[in-house]
């Protein structure tokens, strides 16, 4: 299960957006890193929204608590060899 986005705070991990976010099934989301976004959306969605969000996401957030560091996982670090989904 890949952690698209970890979310930390003095090192320690506070929240993550993974498969039980962009996989969910249900309809409430609990996921503190996107807030809902990639939430059902699947792996390649999760991807294209987490590449043109976190900046936002990151300063929103920085804004609340200077404290606050996020992690992206390589493949939303990295341009894919195969181009994903756009945005609708």
Not at 62 to 78: C, K, M, N, T
Request: with cysteine.
């Amino acid at each position: 299960m890949a952690s698209l986005l970890i979310v930390r705070r003095g090192g320690d991990i506070i929240g993550h957006c993974d498969a039980l976010c962009y996989d969910a099934k249900h309809d409430e989301c609990v996921c503190k890193a996107c807030g809902g976004v990639n939430h059902g959306v699947g792996i390649e969605r999760a991807i294209v929204n987490t590449r043109a969000l976190h900046a936002g996401w990151l300063e929103q957030a920085r804004a609340e608590d200077p404290g606050i560091e996020f992690e992206l996982d390589e493949s939303v670090q990295h341009l894919p060899l195969f181009p994903l989904p756009e945005e609708p």
